[in-house]
């Protein structure tokens, strides 16, 4: 049966929502006890903001950590921004959310993983350019879904 909801977007936008609530909790206090951040995203997402010569070295897709050496964090509702020390240059990069492929807190065995959005500008070009495209993958919505039934007390047993 064919989604006319969107419910995939609906779950990624959400999951999204939970890099900005993450990141906008640790702006200005940093990052508390052994917590660290690994994003992964997309150079060539639109809006992203980096140096020619961090893109010339990372070329589509670039994992940041954000754990000792990072400052200036500031987290707006769509992107956030960070500086980061590559080389012992410091680089501002700018990041929309969207651009975000997968955001993962190791210490807690948290992670999230998105699908790559290949439907902006050069990238759906690359996309019709190479038919095989880029694996997606996907949140698994075949997951067991558990009634909260089965939890609530029974009334019969009171």
Same mark, same amino acid.
């Given at each position: 049966?064919?989604?006319?909801?969107?419910?995939?977007?609906?779950?990624?936008? =959400?999951?999204?929502?939970?890099?900005?609530?993450?990141?906008?909790?640790?702006e200005?206090?940093?990052? +508390?006890?052994?917590?660290?951040?690994?994003?992964?995203?997309?150079?060539?997402?639109?809006?992203?903001?980096?140096?020619?010569a961090?893109?010339?070295?990372?070329?589509?897709?670039?994992?940041?950590? &954000?754990?000792?050496?990072?400052?200036?964090?500031?987290?707006?509702?769509?992107?956030?921004?960070?500086t980061?020390?590559?080389?012992?240059? =410091?680089?501002?990069?700018?990041? +929309?959310?969207?651009a975000?492929? =997968?955001?993962?807190?190791?210490?807690?065995?948290?992670? &999230?993983?998105?699908s790559?959005?290949?439907?902006?500008?050069?990238?759906?070009?690359? %996309?019709?350019?190479?038919?095989?495209?880029?694996?997606?993958?996907?949140?698994?919505?075949?997951?067991?879904?558990?009634?909260?039934?089965?939890?609530? %007390?029974?009334?019969?047993?009171?």
């Amino acid at each position: 049966m064919e989604d006319l909801i969107g419910y995939d977007e609906i779950i990624e936008d =959400s999951m999204r929502q939970v890099i900005y609530h993450t990141l906008k909790k640790i702006e200005k206090s940093g990052l +508390p006890g052994k917590h660290y951040f690994m994003i992964t995203f997309l150079l060539d997402y639109p809006g992203v903001k980096a140096s020619k010569a961090v893109r010339e070295k990372y070329h589509e897709e670039m994992s940041i950590a &954000l754990q000792y050496q990072f400052r200036d964090l500031a987290i707006k509702e769509d992107l956030f921004e960070v500086t980061l020390s590559f080389g012992g240059q =410091s680089e501002k990069l700018v990041v +929309p959310y969207a651009a975000v492929t =997968s955001f993962a807190d190791p210490s807690m065995n948290f992670a &999230l993983k998105f699908s790559a959005d290949y439907s902006h500008g050069d990238l759906a070009q690359e %996309k019709k350019k190479n038919s095989a495209g880029v694996k997606k993958d996907d949140v698994d919505l075949t997951a067991k879904v558990i009634s909260l039934d089965a939890f609530r %007390k029974n009334k019969n047993d009171d």
